[in-house]
């Protein structure tokens, strides 16, 4: 199946160099192009791309604003993947909090952008853990109740932990010693008490309520 994809950036240097990356895999397309955030809606409901590659810093609409707008106006809204200069960025956390699902330096390697855009558009989170804490530490709130009210059971907050440490589900079943299946029903369940969608939201939803505190 191909995987069609939106890219959003004010410098067409930029936009240029992607679709060139995207449109030389088979599996993948880009279906159209946007130079302001303002133009995500429209085109994401005209062309309905499962994957949005998303500037954070843009002149009139940013990406935080973009991705907001885009995933309140649909109840199936693509997967968002911001791209920025500079990882260790308050507007990258700030559009992980907004709902994208991960982020890609806009250095990348192509075959690295090729593997983000598969793997958030399988429904899966981009995660770099250390990056991830690291901006949760110099932005993240310190407020919440631990996630109290989402009442985690004691192993739905281990797998927590460990889903913020960057472990994927082999992983994690590995550590816990329970079957990959066992570690997905946890994984859903986490997803569900939260409230959000995807792996990158629950781990944000971690640092931003004390329950996982960063840490280096």
Excluded: C, W
């Amino acid at each position: 199946m191909t995987i069609d994809v939106l890219i959003v950036d004010d410098d067409e240097l930029i936009r240029v160099g992607l679709r060139a990356i995207v449109d030389a895999q088979p599996d993948l397309r880009v279906v159209g192009e946007a130079a302001d955030g303002a133009e995500v809606p429209s085109l994401v409901a005209r062309l309905r791309p499962r994957v949005v590659l998303m500037d954070v810093r843009m002149p009139a609409i940013d990406g935080i604003q973009a991705t907001r707008r885009l995933l309140a106006a649909s109840a199936d809204p693509p997967r968002v993947l911001v791209v920025t200069t500079f990882a260790n960025d308050e507007y990258v956390y700030a559009a992980l909090r907004a709902g994208a699902s991960g982020f890609l330096l806009k250095r990348a390697r192509p075959a690295e952008v090729v593997e983000a855009i598969r793997v958030v558009a399988a429904g899966e989170s981009l995660l770099f853990p250390a990056a991830i804490r690291r901006l949760a530490g110099a932005y993240g709130g310190r407020g919440g109740d631990g996630l109290r009210a989402a009442r985690l059971t004691e192993r739905e907050g281990e797998v927590l932990r460990l889903m913020a440490a960057g472990l994927s589900n082999p992983e994690i079943a590995d550590r816990l010693v329970v079957g990959v299946e066992t570690v997905k029903t946890h994984v859903g369940n986490v997803l569900a008490k939260l409230g959000v969608r995807d792996r990158t939201q629950a781990v944000i939803a971690a640092y931003e309520s004390g329950f996982v505190v960063p840490t280096g």
